[in-house]
Nanobody, 117 residues
Framework: QVQLVESGGGLVQPGGSLRLSCVTS????????MSWYRQTPGMTRDLVAS????????SYADSVKGRFTISRDNARKTVYLYMNSLKFEDTAVYYC??????????WGQGTQVTVSS
């Protein structure tokens, strides 16, 4: 059974930091590209950051470049999203996504991040 379990969300003030974690099970983690998406009510689910499996090449949405960092620990089958200098507009539900080139993919259940003063 495949599971992606996110954690680390919460309430943070503008300018603050959070670290999201996504622990996976049931997949050959090191083969999967891993991504973080986010979604606000009534909006599309948008890609925030991704990291490839073997080569660990990263990419970021323009809105988070320089503030967020994605990383992975293949031994722990976990992907992280370090979020710094958080802004009000970063408020969203953040989802973990695992993807293979044959379009096999899985989603986590999401974790809420709220940036508020």
């Amino acid at each position: 059974q495949v599971q992606l379990v996110e954690s680390g969300g919460g309430l943070v003030q503008p300018g603050g930091s959070l670290r999201l974690s996504c622990v996976t099970s049931g997949i050959s983690f090191n083969l999967y590209s891993m991504s973080w998406y986010r979604q606000t009510p009534g909006m599309t689910r948008d890609l925030v950051a991704s990291i490839t499996g073997i080569t660990e090449v990263t990419s970021y949405a323009d809105s988070v470049k320089g503030r967020f960092t994605i990383s992975r620990d293949n031994a722990r089958k976990t992907v992280y999203l370090y979020m710094n200098s958080l802004k009000f507009e970063d408020t969203a539900v953040y989802y973990c996504h695992a993807y293979l080139s044959d379009n096999t993919n899985f989603w986590g259940q999401g974790t809420q991040v709220t940036v508020s003063s």
